[in-house]
């Protein structure tokens, strides 16, 4: 049968060694970051005072193209990689389409989602500086279920700052987190002077994401062998999300395929910048001709009607200054379910690449994108999480025009992770509860004007 | 490198064929089951009006040792499997054991364990019959949500009767079931006689799975063109879960491994069953040397304080008579975590091959099933269901008393689903709010009084 399988598994021996480094083969990088006081670039020594070394190292490389990932790590890696591609046989029948479809899944890991491909990185490269603990922040949870998965392979503390809200209205994510060990602190909370200032002026907040980010900060800096650590936007966090893009050219070329179309669900950008790496290399070295799509949330707009501007990466306006397309630190999204994608910000290296028209954006409402969640349960079995169901509608989209077309384009999206803590969602969903929320220019001028003045 | 790699994956090509018939290998067949009523063993015509014509013929097969699975059952499969056979090298590592560990992983598909396998045979059965509804009742809500995947595959409705406690404790499992499709009705409803009559007795009941079954059966005999179908127990569910052991024992070939152990836990024991068919058939032939270990609840304890005798399958006594190990349809369970494990009876074929000492049973209680889960979950990744945890606990202890003795032992186990549904169990254990629960002999004798009188 010389079909392709429906899953395509690489051999632990086929997994890659090293991560690809976009920056290094792109035309022209993305401005660097700024010091938010003196707007001057950012040092590698100012970083390492938050971040592990080997991780401001990998976040200022920009020459490199293959960065190597150490043995002790791949064995990590082995536990949950190689990741599924799947071809979606079942999908293509329902939809009577002519397309090919592909989808990279990331979901086989108990944290379920790609975000353990970082987690388990920056924890390995802590644990090699005798960092001893760490702190951050987690909105959604998939972050700090992985980052405690990681902590607990190598034996290093943790305190997850969970958005007080989230945290009651996802207590399972929190008894995952807590099963693995971390830690976890509903913030804002009395454990920091962050948090007691916030609870001081406000003591019925429910807490934000960025209130959340100036704690887990606090108390990386003020503990002894402690360092911070950061789930997306930043570069080495794409770096290490690139094993995903390997990973899925090398069945590529394993089996023949050679994908027309490349779909991501974008929130931070790491997943969408991790998948489409060595696929964006060649394309941006004329060896690929590739049409590649961020997917983005209607309600939280960053790339389809954000500014291409320095922001910060957070709402309490702590962090460097990043150049990205964004909505304005203090732009507040509207209640979405894909918790993972509400974020005013995206990756300085998706930015620039859409900047430079290598990628195109699109804004999808979420009805539409828990329709095609459904649909996909449905035929091909797995459960995909919101934030991946957007890359899926857009899929389920391009498949929908080549039937009109007759055209037998092969499209490949990135199917993030699963939605087995997202059934209030569902639920909605099903219960006909679910409304979309599109923001008013009013709404997007509030968030531009807390954008900073740099230039 | 000859390391066995971490996760052991055969092609789709090498996905087994065919079914492993146990029974058509054992050297005494279990008794046949009895109509109620008359005392005779019960007729495949009998069985018709309740289930579909060839899982009948599989339940009375005792002949063929090998049964095959259609083609078109077989694309199907190739979504979720084969699925992995895992080196637990991070698990030994942690125990400093000399013992080889290795779990066959079946919580790789959204229903989240084993139950697919059979679901999946039983709706493709009913769909190449004309049967255009199915009928269920579920507690735990694995098998509700596997068959509500199965169904959405092939296009049946589905009512699943679910014990209105579990419906209510378990919201997310009724909306994966409803996202899937499926219809989830709480148990005792007022959609059948049955559910109305225990209604006007008790308004406010919270329901059993007795009286779940009774609902479900009474819809599928109602209706045009509908069928009941149950998720463990039966011997053609056992059938269906032989792929697990066959696919099993094709890896252990591929790689050379030899089990000295093999270890399953065990409710109605489909999953036990399934595991060790091929190995067990190998052991009656004299062909292998292996232990066998059935691992169950402390709090119902079925194959290690049970009696072998006659006995209804449902608690309110309308099913076939079946020989097998049990605690008496009248038996109440003590609360305990593994939904899965709380069932009265245990499955004719492995009762007989227990009584005949072809295995081993142990019982376990469940404060110590949650330490070996969070164990395991913190070094090999994977959050185990509590049921699969287990057959884990009972690894674990074998794998620590090889330290002791010095032995290399090859020790496997089945490893059936994933806990994210069991959260709320996870939560007692880290807040340390979980007991244990044993049966007194007052306890067992209340159970044993329902048995029916047969002899």
Redesign the interface.
């Known amino acids: 049968?010389s079909k392709t399988?429906?899953?395509i598994?690489l051999?632990?021996?086929e997994m890659p060694k090293v991560w690809y480094n976009l920056k290094a083969v792109m035309k022209e990088l993305p401005p660097p970051m700024l010091n938010p006081g003196t707007l001057k670039p950012i040092t590698a020594e100012e970083l390492k005072q938050v971040f592990c070394d080997e991780l401001v190292s990998q976040e200022l490389n920009t020459t490199d193209q293959y960065i190597e990932i150490p043995e002790a790590l791949r064995n990590f890696y082995?536990?949950?990689r190689p990741s599924p591609l799947v071809r979606a046989y079942?999908l293509e029948a329902m939809l009577d389409t002519p397309a090919e479809i592909y989808y990279k899944f990331e979901g086989?890991?108990?944290s379920g989602s790609h975000k353990l491909n970082s987690a388990a990185a920056q924890v390995y490269y802590a644990k090699q500086q005798g960092i001893t603990s760490l702190t951050t922040e987690t909105g959604a949870g998939q972050w700090g279920t992985a980052l405690a998965?990681a902590c607990?392979?190598y034996g290093i503390d943790l305190q997850v700052f969970m958005v007080k809200i989230s945290a009651e209205q996802k207590?399972?994510r929190k008894?995952?987190i807590?099963?693995?060990?971390g830690k976890v602190i509903p913030s804002p909370s009395n454990t920091t002077e962050a948090g007691r200032k916030i609870l001081a002026e406000d003591p019925e907040t429910t807490g934000s994401l960025g209130c959340a980010i100036s704690e887990a900060l606090e108390v990386a800096m003020k503990t002894e062998n402690c360092r911070y650590v950061l789930g997306s936007v930043l570069d080495h966090v794409l770096l290490h999300q690139s094993i995903i893009g390997l990973e899925t050219k090398y069945a590529c070329e394993k089996y023949g395929i050679e994908p027309d179309l490349i779909i991501g669900c974008a929130g931070g950008g790491s997943n969408f910048g991790g998948l489409i790496a060595p696929f964006m290399g060649a394309k941006i070295n004329g060896k690929a001709d590739i049409h590649f799509i961020a997917v983005e949330p209607a309600s939280c707009p960053s790339l389809t009607r954000g500014r291409y501007a320095y922001d910060f990466g957070d709402t309490g306006q702590t962090t460097p200054l990043i150049k990205m397309y964004t909505l304005g630190s203090g732009f507040i999204p509207s209640p979405n379910h894909a918790g993972g994608l509400r974020y005013h910000g995206m990756s300085s290296i998706v930015s620039k690449l859409y900047h430079d028209k290598y990628l195109e954006a699109r804004a999808v409402e979420q009805t539409k994108v828990f329709e095609a969640a459904?649909t996909f349960?449905?035929?091909?079995?797995?459960?995909p999480a919101p934030e991946s169901a957007h890359a899926l509608a857009v899929a389920m989209d391009e498949a929908l025009q080549c039937k009109e077309s007759g055209e037998k384009k092969t499209i490949l999206f990135g199917l993030t992770g699963?939605g087995?803590?997202d059934?209030?969602a569902?639920?909605d969903y099903?219960e006909d509860k679910m409304t979309d929320y599109i923001p008013t220019d009013d709404d997007l001028a509030r968030g531009f004007a807390t954008l900073p003045k740099v230039d």
Chains 1, 2 share one sequence.
Request: proline share 5%.
């Open positions: 049968m399988p429906y899953k598994y051999t632990e021996e082995r536990m949950f079942c086989t890991n108990t998965m607990a392979y207590p399972y008894t995952v807590e099963t693995y060990g459904t349960a449905r035929c091909e079995g797995i459960l699963t087995y803590f059934l209030a569902y639920r099903n």
